[in-house]
Each structure stands twice: as C-alpha cells, then as structure tokens.
C-alpha cells in the first residue's frame, strides 16, 4: 500500500526548533519529488517547501514565508523526508502535510500538529 | 491574499452541477497547468483534477477540469451530499519560484 506517515509535531514556543519527519512505504520514494503543504487552524492549505534528488544534486524551493528558517532533506536509503523549522513563530502553528508529486500531489500523509505558543 | 483567487463559497442541492473558479495570471496559470484537491477537515487532502482536466484513477467522472488562458474551473455534475468540502486550486508560479493554492473554495451541499 502507497503510505506517507507524518510524526514530530507538538507544542512549542516561539522561537523554538522542531523536526517533521515523514516516512515513505509502497513506492519508489527516490523518483519523486516530495513536498510540504500546511494548514493553519481555520485558513487554506499553503504550500511550504519540495525536494528532489537529481542525481548528486539536492534540488530544493521553498516559499518566501519559510526561506531561511526551514530546511528540507531527505534520505533515499531510508525512505524519509525531513522538515527542520527553526526560529518558529506563532504563525507557523499549522497541521503539517508531506505529498508526493507526480503531476499532481497524488499521495498525502494523514498531517502533523505543530503548535506555536508562550 | 492567495495569488490564485477562488469565490470563498459555493452551494448547490443534489443532482445540480456546481462550478468553481479559479483566476491567477500569466506567471501562474498563463504558463503552468493546474491541479484540483478536495479537502476534507481532519483528512488527507485528495487529488481531484490533474493537468486542467485530467481524473486520478478512482474519481467519478462527475468532476471534470477545464483550464483557459489565467483562468480554470472545476465542475461537479450530479451533486452529491459527499461532495460536501473544501476545494483547492494549485499551481507553479514562474515569479514566487514557488507553488501556489487558491484560497480555497468551501461548497455546501443544501
């Protein structure tokens, strides 16, 4: 069965650092591109960043509002993605998704809470 | 303000067929195909619509996708309670290097 599983959400304060990891089962994880979307409590899916490995090259994008702060990663080996999010704001608070792309994110995991809060 | 624009709302009673807009530009939709989700709350988010107008093995036929110059919609014939949830538009914008949703559309079945 194709499966994305999301895991490392939880309560912390701002400022605070935090990583999501996703695992990957039932499909050839290394052919993909991979992504994170989120949504924040009440508001619409967002798209947050995407990773795909080209041969020795790590090809990544993320959106303006995490540029700096988030980092994504993956390793093939182990059929995982990763979402570091350091320096974490209140507006970060958000149900976090991983999707796999293959013209369309045809795979979602079930999301990951992750709430921003003194 | 999502850079791809969808009217907040949308209803319809059973067995009508509802139609959802969605409006962006050149650097978006001008260039790029578009993708459709339907989004339960506390679920998953489901592909509906691929490549303007294209169904993932497993969607009815009842949804259908169309994609004209910076605009696209997405149909659904024959409504049906079920049908009930959030929809979503998506695609790559050349300017933010980024992809991008719609707003999202809620529809409600009356």
């Known amino acids: 069965e194709v499966q994305l599983v999301e895991s490392g959400g939880g309560l912390l304060q701002p400022g605070g650092s935090l990583r999501l990891s996703c695992a990957a089962s039932g499909f050839t994880f290394s052919n993909y591109w991979m992504h994170w979307v989120r949504q924040a409590p009440g508001k619409g899916l967002v798209w947050v960043s995407r990773?795909?490995?080209?041969?020795?090259?790590?090809?990544?994008t993320y959106a303006d509002s995490v540029k700096g702060r988030f980092t994504i990663s993956r390793d093939n080996a182990k059929n995982m993605l990763y979402l570091q999010m350091n320096s974490l704001r209140a507006e970060d608070t958000a149900v976090y998704y991983c999707a796999r792309y293959y013209l369309g994110m045809d795979v979602w995991g079930q999301g990951t809470t992750v709430t921003v809060s003194s | 303000q999502s850079v791809l624009t969808q009217p907040p709302s949308a209803s319809g009673t059973p067995g009508q067929r509802v139609t959802i807009s969605c409006f962006g530009s050149?650097?978006?939709?001008?260039?790029?195909?578009v993708n459709w989700y339907q989004h339960l709350p506390g679920t998953a988010p489901k592909l509906l619509i691929y490549l303007d107008n294209q169904r993932p093995s497993g969607v009815p036929d009842r949804f259908s996708g169309s994609r004209s110059g910076t605009s696209a919609s997405l149909a659904i014939s024959g409504l049906q309670s079920e049908d009930e949830a959030d929809y979503y538009c998506e695609a790559w914008d050349d300017s933010l290097n980024a992809m991008i949703f719609g707003g999202g559309t809620k529809l409600t079945v009356l």
């Open positions: 990773i795909y490995i080209d041969g020795s090259r790590t090809r990544t």
């Open positions: 050149s650097s978006n939709m001008g260039s790029h195909t």
